[in-house]
């Protein structure tokens, strides 16, 4: 096709890309930025903070420069842009991968080295930015990597939240505490405050019936005004000159300071609006356990929706005026999750409202250019609204939203087959306005439900997933619009995630292969296919883990003052703490390897296969379960690593404030990680995908994209257990049968009676597995653990035979081109958005 070959023509030309080596103009480039923006002379002592700093700004002129090119470029083409709405980038540190993807790091790495330092010292300067929980907010940020560098016109739109992810640590109990995160108090050198993009975004107050040209029209009163103030983040790509964009918005009040009330006494009253509108971009997701959390998060998600929108319609009306139906050809959507779906009434009320379009053109133009991904199928994350909620926050659109349902209910009712009673029973399951279940008295606005009426397509993140999406969560709409829904299966960006975070298996890569190109074009790693079982190349891909296992058991040293032997298996399972994914079943795993070990004599101790298993993840502040669960990890690992029967051959830590700059430490590291989330219930994963490339053996369940990954390593090399997602239905009508394997009751017996301690605060965790009636162990961690201990059995024995497991390993590496998001970006290009590459002249 055409875009294919668009591609395929920008990556020849991109590969002529010579990395910058101009060496020679490095030291005075950063000392001028040591004299003009850290403000010391180049004969101070200057820190790791200073010649960051001075990096950082020296890198960012390189990126404005080809920022301005590129956008100058895309608008004088007038290319179609894709916006992707999100309320979460996860987008990490930013200086290596920018120094890397503009080809600079051989430039500047010599000149800190003539000052006495290292890319690694000055990269850890730098604080993570965590605007995301976990996947969805870092599948984002790997999107937008692999849109610049894809050459793909599009930008990022969320939130410049003010306190990022919370930082998670451990009290001296082993607990997780949590801890703001203050990541903007440096300053941040990677955006661009643009003072003159500011949009006014209202809440609250009333609608009022009026009459304008002789129409009835319904006008918004609202209480409340702030305005949104942009800042851009540019995105390089690698080996071109494209550089994206991540567009965040601030919240600024209308009025600064209110003098009147500071001349009168009243201080609190004075900066009142202020804080106001501060509070809206305060902190990523708050706890909407409260009305009053519920209504900020609503804030939140219209505020960023609404200043998006505004800026994209400003934009096309400059070039195009009021050629309105153009607008699709011209700018997409992708909502990612419902966070942003609030988006499908505020494009109504820009069209109808503010540029007085008729409803049906409005709606033929909205529906053309809004698309819906699907991340979950936790009930609890498909959002719903009360209706009195976004009456009162937002009461047009509430109208709006009403408005849509008429339309869709009423259309429904003339197309749908069967007899009148059971249209009225199809008609309740799919308004998108629907009673609350759990109490009849509240009426809720379905998110999702609204998404899939208002988008041209809607996808799931992997295949199994968006089968489910299409035959379980949105079965009706799927009967009605087949050919809307279709599969995107994730993926992450081949730089950060191999090239950058892992250079010295890069280099043996590119040295096998003869060439780089694999970093752009990662299907390429399946050229190491033919390598998995030479001996001599096995020992260097070895030898390349055992030096990235010793930099992980360095910093543990550090963190926790132990030794640890890198000939031991190094067991990893880091992703947010949920019952779903089953750390708990790893730990209990952990457990009884350990009850195992304590009954060997010291030669069959010597015989068995020792491991360090490391578990890390944030829990959300107001899951009690997921705490206990870190709790749990904390004193397994506090008993077992003091044991000195048994710590030589088994450990357990739990590392905390598990983020995007420690996954690139550990990534690289594993041998074994965990991925035994429930059949059915992960709808991809992307830190398999992560895994996968840096040669790391995956045990884990038939679901979300380990399957596909199984399918692209070869079956055979996967530990794959546990019961199928087609199955977990008929299980949990089961429950109350289910006879346990006497191992669990075992270790259950040994959590109870207080093995590690705080047996009051486990009992909980406890009961929510083993007392087997229906509604308990949701998540079948009774029903998969003598088969998760069979897998963990395998393990061990194929770890026996290092030339297998390292065959394996190499395998996974081979088999890991199709979760490069660029393929991922350029599928939803292609089929989704219908937008081509336009490279700008280099
Ligand atoms: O839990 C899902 C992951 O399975 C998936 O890989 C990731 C990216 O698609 O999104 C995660 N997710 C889902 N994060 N938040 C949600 C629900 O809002």
Known sequence: SVIVQNIAEAERVGKKGKPVKDTASALPELMSKVRSVVGKSATSDLTARDLYNALAYSTRDGLIERFNKTHEHWAAKDSKFVYYLSAEFLMGRTLTNAVYNLGMEGKYAEALRSLGYDMETIQEQERDASLGNGGLGRLAACFLDSMANIDLPGWGYGIRYKYGMFKQALDKG???????????????????????IKYEVCFGGRTEKKTVNGKEVSVWEPNQRVYAQ?????????????????????????????????????YDKSMLEKEKAE?????????????????????????????????????????HGSKWDLLPTKAVF??????????????????????????????SISSKMLNYTNHTVMPEALEKWPVKVMAKMLPRHMEIIEIINEGWIQWLQSNLPGTAAEKAAKVAAMSIVHENQWNKDELLVNMAYLAVVGSAHVNGVAAIHSDIVKNEIFNDFYKIFPNKFQNKTNGVTPR??????????????????????????????????????????????????????????????????????????????????????????????????????????PAERKASVPRVCMIGGKAASAYDMAKRIIRLVTAVGAKINND??????????????????????????????????????????????????????????WDGANIEIAEETGVENVFVFGVRAEEINQLRKERANYKTDPRFNEIMNDIAGGM???????????????????????????NDFAAYLDAQEEVDKVYKDPEEWTRRS??????????????????????IWDIKPERPLA
């Open 174 to 196: 082993g607990y997780q505490k949590e801890l703001p995160d203050i990541w903007l108090t440096d300053g941040n050198p990677w955006e661009v405050k643009r003072s003159e």
């Open 230 to 266: 942009a800042y851009d983040n540019p995105i390089p790509g690698f080996q071109t000159p494209t550089v994206g964009n991540l567009r965040l918005w601030d919240a600024l009040p209308v009025t600064e300071f209110d003098l009147a009330a500071f001349n009168a006494g009243d």
């Open 279 to 319: 509070c809206i971009v305060a902190v990523l997701y708050p706890n909407d356990a409260t009305p009053e959390g519920k209504e900020l998060r609503l804030k939140q998600q219209y505020f960023f929706v609404a200043a998006s929108m505004q800026d994209v319609l400003t934009r096309f009306k400059a070039k």
């Open 334 to 363: 992708q909502m990612n999750d419902t966070h942003p779906t609030i988006a499908v009434a505020e494009a109504m009320r820009l069209l109808v409202d503010v540029e007085g379009l008729p409803w049906e053109q409005a709606w």
């Open 496 to 601: 950060r995630w191999l090239a950058w975070c892992n250079p010295e298996l890069a280099t043996l890569i590119t040295k096998t292969l003869g060439s780089d190109a694999w970093i752009n074009n990662a299907e390429l790693l399946s050229g190491l296919r033919k390598f998995a079982s030479d001996k001599n190349f096995q020992s260097q891909w070895r030898a390349v883990k055992q030096q990235r296992k010793a930099k992980l058991a360095a910093m543990i040293k550090s963190q926790t003052g132990d030794d640890i032997d890198i000939n031991n298996m190094f067991d990893i399972q880091v992703k947010r703490i949920h019952e779903y994914k089953r750390q708990y079943m790893n730990v209990l795993g952990i457990i009884w390897r350990y009850k195992q070990l304590k009954k060997m004599t």
């Open 644 to 701: 000195p029967d048994t710590k030589d051959y088994l450990r357990l830590y739990f590392l905390p404030d598990y983020n995007v700059s420690l996954a690139e430490a550990l990534i690289p590291a594993a041998e074994l990680s965990q991925h035994i989330s429930t059949g059915g219930t992960e709808a991809s994963g992307t830190s398999n995908m992560k895994f996968q490339m840096n040669g790391c053996l995956i045990i884990g369940t």
């Open 756 to 782: 590690f301690g705080d047996k009051e605060y486990f009992k909980p965790l406890v009961d929510s597995i083993s007392n087997m009636k229906v509604g308990n162990d949701w998540f079948l961690v009774a």
């Open 810 to 831: 190499i395998m996974y590496t081979a088999g890991s081109g199709k979760f490069s998001s660029d393929r991922t970006i350029r599928e939803y290009a292609e089929d």
